[in-house]
């Protein structure tokens, strides 16, 4: 892309060599069209300025594009090696070691729930390429949304911590809306993970489904380092993260957010982020 750079630039500095050097010569030959070369070299150098800047700036969003698919690379290798690491490291001490029952029971359950974070990474992978390639129809039913997300956040309470910290759950029983139960349970999964990941162990977490002024709303709240002000559009880009990816110590995909913009776009439902106090995000969802 360095390259790509270096030749465009140098293109556009011959050209401009070229119209210098032409307009100077005609200019010598016949002194009376000093006005028309004028006129006419400001008008190419005008549009080449504008064609330049237009071209660099799409070799600027094609780099960085490139950059944002090698991380994504990078962190799917990741999020797929850590949850295969401890289910085989779990079943190596199971069958290597003479454990008690409750032992071999737990080191189950930790496996199983790697399984279910490499089970989420798989369906998200593949709903993101589903939903840019529109062969994802989102067929809707009405269901009911307090047991869905009363039934995720359980799924995901933190259990890595010595503290008898839980997700708080704010969920009004028996909410029904219509819609598309497997695309809405990947937005909830994403927004729940994303505060566990981003709040660290121990952190407060809050989840809470109401019903205000007719509208179903959804709010998940963590205790995380906050999203900047310039920065609260940009995270529901595909493969955008927060900060520098050299020195990121969280790690992901880029893609659940995007995710969740999407289906929400298609269900109707606005979705915001605003600051948690004293710190941390408030991802708010309002169903019309």
């Known amino acids: 892309m360095k390259k790509s750079i270096v030749i465009f630039y140098f293109m556009l500095l011959y050209a401009l060599v070229q119209l210098i050097s032409w307009g100077t010569l005609v200019v010598k030959l016949q002194p009376a069209r000093m006005a028309m070369v004028m006129g006419e070299g400001s008008v190419f150098l005008f549009l080449l300025c ?22 994504f690379l990078l962190s ?23 454990l008690d029952k409750a032992r071999q029971t737990s080191l189950l359950n930790n496996s ?53 910290q839980v997700i708080k759950q704010q969920i009004k029983p028996g909410i029904k809306i219509t ?19 981003y709040s660290g162990p121990c952190a407060d977490i809050g989840v809470e489904l109401a019903e205000k002024d007719g509208h179903t709303f959804l709010a998940v709240y963590d205790k995380g380092p906050g999203i900047p002000d310039a920065e609260k559009m940009l995270i529901f880009d595909k493969f955008y993260r927060v900060g520098d990816e050299n020195v990121r110590k969280s790690k992901g995909t880029g893609l659940g ?17 605003r600051d948690n106090v004293p710190n941390g995000a408030i991802f708010e969802i309002t169903f019309s």
């Open 50 to 71: 504008i064609g330049a800047y237009f071209l660099h700036q799409s070799i600027k969003k094609e780099d960085r594009l490139r950059e944002q698919q090698q991380n």
């Open 76 to 98: 799917v290798t990741h999020e797929l090696k850590s949850p295969l690491a401890a289910i085989k490291l779990s079943l190596q001490t199971i069958i290597k070691r003479d």
């Open 112 to 164: 199983l729930k790697d399984i279910e974070r490499l089970d989420d990474l798989v369906e998200n992978m593949l709903l993101a390429t589903k939903i840019e390639n529109r062969s994802y129809t989102f067929p809707k039913e009405e269901f009911d949304l307090s047991e869905m997300v009363t039934k995720i956040t359980d799924r995901l309470q933190i259990h890595s911590c010595n503290c008898e």
């Open 179 to 197: 819609g598309d139960p497997f695309t809405l349970s990947s937005v909830v999964t994403n927004l729940v993970e994303n505060a566990v990941k």
């Open 257 to 273: 957010l995007f995710i969740v913009k999407e289906v929400l776009q298609k269900h109707d439902a606005d979705i915001s982020v």
